[in-house]
């Protein structure tokens, strides 16, 4: 079945009003975070990764700092119908999906946003995804390893990478969705293309191992081939000398380690390697004094206090009243959304967390 949707428009004012600030008046979900076990793959506890949030304030206390201010952002800009039959069985792309991916690549054309800078474009596209359900393990589906295209629900690390790649393709009027079917297979297979780069080792689906599940190695192949810039540093970054090997001490959490035991040699090598590289963060205290060096759609990366873990979580930078706030994919919440406290109050909130890496998204 092929869907169709409907596109809802925004005024040029309010294109060059995001400059300033994210664009519809929509309420916001108090801050949310994701606790051991989630299965995000920004290397988390669970089946798809390795990663740790958890709450050091007690919730009656969550909302305190909060913004007063109400956000202005995209909001959902697709009307599309629900799908048909059993939509609990798991799948690695739907007719849905590509109707989503196509219609957000027609309706940022349509608004003339192919011409802002990819971070802006990054972070607008985001938030037309506010509201969309969290789900983990996503792309844990049974079988050998093959690309995932879900932007029907997301993890934290699946959200970044799938507005990274529409961010693009809005940006490449080579690929023309739905103008007939040649060119709609031209558009399905350029994302695929994308998608594949982000997520797996040099380009390449080749089993299990090779998908990037640590978040340094993505952020790390990420800049190497020019999908953005680790600016860390140049945010007065310092090193981080703990060893990372969070899956290879925790087979028992994820299946496809336990059905084939041979995978962990890989999983090691790769630790291995990451660990003997210099790893560079923000520490929780100075992502205040240094947040005016952010940008909207940078890719904000919480680096986690649990032994053996890189990243605990990402999200999206996105600018508020002189504040840089979250705008992600958490467990708490159960779906996309910006975070109601700012970033650096958000980041020493969270036991599970000590301070943030930055990659900025770069034109390619």
């Not at 909001?75 to 739907?94: A, F, I, K, Y």
């Not at 007719?95 to 219609?103: P, S």
């Not at 490449?172 to 997520?199: H, I, K, Q």
């Not at 206090?305 to 600018?319: E, N, S």
Request: charged letters at 25%; glycine letters at 10%.
């Amino acid at each position: 079945m092929t869907y169709s949707y409907v596109l809802h428009g925004i005024g040029r004012e309010a294109r060059m009003l995001f400059m300033r600030a994210p664009l519809a008046m929509i309420p916001l979900l108090a801050a949310g975070c994701i606790g051991v076990g989630d299965g995000d793959r920004s290397g988390t506890v669970g089946e798809s990764g390795a990663s740790a949030e958890s709450r050091s304030t007690p919730a009656a206390e969550v909302d305190e700092g909060a913004t007063t201010t109400a956000f202005s952002y995209a909001g959902p800009v697709l009307d599309l119908p629900p799908e048909p039959g059993d939509d609990s069985v798991p799948r690695h792309e739907t007719e849905r999906d590509w109707a989503i991916a196509a219609g957000m690549v027609t309706w940022a054309r349509d608004q003339a946003l192919g011409t802002l800078p990819v971070g802006e474009l990054v972070a607008i596209i985001g938030t037309t995804f506010v509201g969309t359900p969290y789900e983990p393990g996503t792309l844990e589906l049974p079988g050998q390893e093959r690309l995932v295209v879900n932007l029907r629900t997301f993890d934290c690390v699946t959200f970044v990478e799938q507005v990274l790649v529409l961010a693009h393709l809005v940006r490449d009027e080579t690929v023309v969705p739905d103008a007939d079917p040649e060119s709609g297979r031209a558009f399905r297979d350029r994302y695929r293309e994308l998608l594949t780069e982000l997520r797996y080792r040099d380009g390449r689906i080749d089993g299990y191992g090779s998908r990037l599940h640590y978040f340094t190695e993505w952020m790390n192949q990420a800049a190497s081939a020019g999908w953005g810039a680790d600016v860390t540093e140049e945010l007065g970054g310092e090193a981080d000398p703990r060893p990372i090997r969070f899956m290879s001490s925790n087979t028992h959490a994820y299946r496809q380690l336990g059905e084939d035991p041979a995978l962990v040699a890989g999983i090691r090598a790769v630790e291995a390697r990451l660990s003997e590289a210099t790893r560079l963060f923000v520490p929780e205290a100075r992502i205040a004094a240094v947040e005016s060096g952010i940008r909207n759609g940078d890719i904000i990366a919480a680096v986690s206090t649990v032994d053996g873990l890189d990243i605990a979580h990402t999200g999206v930078a996105l600018r508020h009243d002189g504040r840089i706030h979250l705008l992600h994919a958490p467990l708490v919440g159960d779906s996309v959304e910006i975070s109601s406290r700012p970033l650096a109050d958000r980041i020493r909130s969270i036991s599970g967390q000590k301070g943030i890496r930055v990659l900025r998204p770069l034109d390619r």
